[in-house]
T-cell receptor, first 115, second 112 residues
Framework: GAVVSQHPSWVICKSGTSVKIECRSL??????MFWYRQFPKQSLMLMAT?????????EQGVEKDKFLINHASLTLSTLTVTSAHPEDSSFYIC???????????FGSGTRLTVV | GESVGLHLPTLSVQEGDNSIINCAYS??????FIWYKQESGKGPQFIID?????DKRQGQRVTVLLNKTVKHLSLQIAATQPGDSAVYFC???????????FGTGTQLKVEL
């Protein structure tokens, strides 16, 4: 149980375009989803916390207008990187948790390359 | 802000030996700790967790030790195997909060 699916696993896009990444909890309802960014050989850095039906809470230094997060249902959260630039190239990972639980399940990550 | 840190960026061990990966945390309010394994190009995989009211917890081939006095935890892997090669992260959670704070990670390399 507690499977999180992330799609796509990798994407290459042109500079200036937007890319959407999906995060789905397959067998549980995720009250909260988290989005992380990870640069090579570095740790995971939390970008934002997403609660179903409400606006996401962004960490300091993360541009909310650039990284649009939507959590429209208890099983789906999306991260849209708008007007992507090469410096946005990174590994994006989501995780999900359910109410009353302290466990976190992570997706398999999305490798974004902006050319 | 406060963070969780690791002592060693890279650890090389011989196959069959035991591995010990260390982690220091600075937030005295942290009350839940998790070790994750991350293979190249994949998301973190849960290994084992421990609450602050415990000082030791064992799983299959893994043991986590928590020393709250010095704010230190460790992950011990018995009989390390090639498949254990990965980056290991500790993460902590502060009571009442739901945001995990990750350490910098330790690259474990298992030599044949």
């Amino acid at each position: 149980g507690a499977v999180v699916s992330q799609h796509p696993s990798w994407v290459i896009c042109k500079s200036g375009t937007s890319v959407k990444i999906e995060c789905r909890s397959l067998d549980f309802q995720a009250t909260t989803m988290f989005w992380y960014r990870q640069f090579p050989k570095q740790s995971l850095m939390l970008m934002a916390t997403s609660n179903e039906g409400s606006k996401a809470t962004y960490e300091q230094g993360v541009e909310k207008d650039k990284f649009l997060i939507n959590h429209a249902s208890l099983t789906l959260s999306t991260l849209t990187v708008t007007s992507a630039h090469p410096e946005d190239s990174s590994f994006y990972i989501c995780s999900a948790t359910r109410q009353g639980a302290r466990g976190y399940t992570f997706g398999s990550g999305t490798r974004l390359t902006v050319v | 802000g406060e963070s969780v840190g690791l002592h060693l960026p890279t650890l090389s061990v011989q196959e069959g030996d035991n591995s010990i990966i260390n982690c220091a945390y600075s937030n005295s309010a942290s009350d839940y700790f998790i070790w994750y394994k991350q293979e190249s190009g994949k998301g973190p995989q849960f290994i084992i967790d421990i609450r602050s009211n415990m000082d030791k917890r064992q799983g299959q081939r893994v043991t986590v030790l928590l020393n709250k006095t010095v704010k230190h935890l460790s992950l011990q892997i018995a009989a390390t195997q090639p498949g254990d090669s990965a980056v290991y992260f500790c993460a902590d959670l502060t009571g009442g909060g739901n945001k995990l704070t990750f350490g910098t990670g330790t690259q474990l390399k298992v030599e044949l």
